[in-house]
């Protein structure tokens, strides 16, 4: 053993990326995600957990014909997955009522 790291001490930021087509609205996409990151805000399951209020973050896909937005929460090391779960429901579900379709959301995460 060369490392020991304690991942209930210090802050993660849990990611989770989401591609959508070029052809997609872009928005729309935004203002369902602006929806989502507000609610999941107030969600108790996270806002007790989050250091920093959840925020998207604009990109470029390396796959052709994608563009990737990622959305992303400063929170306790040890509550990594719990957080990128429920990033991951919020976006789905108010990209789904705002009719904006994505491809699989791909969970980035770990200890910065």
Excluded at 50 to 70: D, M, N, Q, V
């Amino acid at each position: 053993m060369r490392t020991v790291a304690n991942e209930t001490r210090d802050w993660a930021r849990a990611f989770v990326e989401l591609d959508f087509g070029f052809d997609a609205d872009v928005n729309r996409a935004v203002a369902a995600l602006e929806e989502a990151l507000a609610r999941m805000a107030a969600d108790p399951r996270v806002s007790r957990i989050c250091w920093k209020h959840p925020s998207y973050l604009a990109g470029t896909s390396s796959a052709p014909g994608l563009t990737s937005y990622g959305c992303a929460a400063k929170v306790t090391a040890a509550k990594l997955g719990d957080v990128a779960r429920v990033i991951r429901q919020y976006a789905l579900e108010a990209l789904d009522q705002a009719s904006v379709s994505v491809s699989s959301p791909t969970y980035l995460g770990g200890v910065a």
